[in-house]
């Protein structure tokens, strides 16, 4: 927004507009800061979209991508949910099909099919259970130990889990979000060696995981300073810590969320430049038109949605993801 007056008057239309059309704006922590502000609601994807299948409004404007649009869709069937723009999609998401899914299940019959949440609506319907960063190794203990695992897509995630589980019978599918994956171990421990009285955080998806958790072991960074955490986990952290820096590993639309959250911490991207496009393809006009027009509604087929929502039921039954569980 230009200036102090035309971001208030932005933001009091989008929310005339909302009260208008009776509907809740949902926000993923990676929009806009702008976005995030106006919104009802800001989380991750599927913390909101377990919240979308409980509010009394009977239209959801999501601020996020595709498959989040998708999983609120699916987990609130009777509502109407609206994606600002269409096309934003996921790279993380792109790098496997149900096609895909269906053939690894043939090579492996038996196997058990764990799909991060970051996976189309088509995907989760040839899934067993879903999963979050949050939860993912408490839904891999939910199997028993004999079984063997297709875990998907993210392949830094499946590093982790199998890592913190023990676990050498997961097959990990080799996708990655490239916007994690452009976060790597160099990046981070040139920082860390920039800032050695600095906190780390580090989502899962990263591909500097496996290396901050190298410096541990290598006694180049104290223990206590390095947290692989969820964003919901990273917010939580924020909220206690009383570090004068913390670097952070993920989307750069995060540090919003933590600055405010905790005003005394300096919290400052690992890389810069880990921007998602597609997370920012939302814009202000954008989520105004569809407030206006009702532009970029998501529909799933029935029987796509009565499967994948199995997949996601399961993990809720596991239990609850932390708040921002992805």
Not at 79 to 100: F, N, R
Not at 110 to 124: E, L, R, S
Not at 158 to 165: D, E, M, S, W, Y
Request: charged share 25%; net charge negative; proline share 4%.
């Amino acid at each position: 927004m230009a200036t102090v007056n035309a971001s208030q008057t932005w933001a009091a239309e989008v929310r005339r507009l909302a009260d208008e059309r009776g509907a809740v704006i949902l926000a993923h922590n990676y929009q806009r800061p702008e976005i995030q502000d106006v919104a009802d609601h800001t989380g991750d994807s599927l913390a909101l979209s377990r919240l979308a299948a409980r509010v009394e409004a009977d239209t959801i404007v999501f601020c996020g991508v595709h498959f989040m649009a998708e999983t609120a869709k699916i987990l609130a069937p009777d509502k109407t949910v609206l994606l600002p723009e269409p096309k934003a999609g996921c790279s993380l998401a792109d790098t496997i099909t149900a096609q895909d899914v269906r053939d690894w299940k043939a090579e492996h019959p038996g196997a058990v099919v764990v799909a991060y949440v970051n996976t189309t609506a088509a995907v989760k319907a040839e899934t067993d259970i879903c999963c979050t960063s949050s939860n993912a190794a408490d839904v891999i203990r939910s199997i028993p130990e004999d079984t063997e695992i297709l875990f998907l897509p993210d392949q830094f995630l499946g590093a982790h889990v199998k890592r913190v589980t023990g676990r050498d019978n997961i097959h990990v599918w080799m996708g990655e979000c490239h916007v994690h994956a452009g976060i790597d171990g160099a990046a981070l421990r040139e920082r860390a060696a920039a800032e050695p009285d600095a906190e780390l955080y580090v989502h899962p998806e990263c591909g500097c995981a496996t290396s901050a958790l190298y410096l541990v072991g290598e006694g180049t960074v104290p223990q206590e300073r390095v947290k692989v955490l969820s964003t919901g986990g990273m917010l939580a952290a924020a909220e206690t810590t009383t570090a004068d820096k913390v670097l952070i590993a993920t989307e750069t639309g995060m540090l919003h969320q933590l600055r405010a959250a905790n005003p005394a911490t300096a919290f400052e991207p690992v890389n810069p430049r880990a921007e998602c496009h597609y997370m920012k393809m939302i814009t202000g006009d954008k989520l105004l038109e569809s407030l206006r027009t009702g532009s970029g509604e998501i529909t799933v087929d029935d029987r796509t949605a009565e499967r994948a929502r199995r997949s996601v039921e399961r993990m809720i039954a596991i239990g609850t993801p932390s708040r921002g569980g992805e």
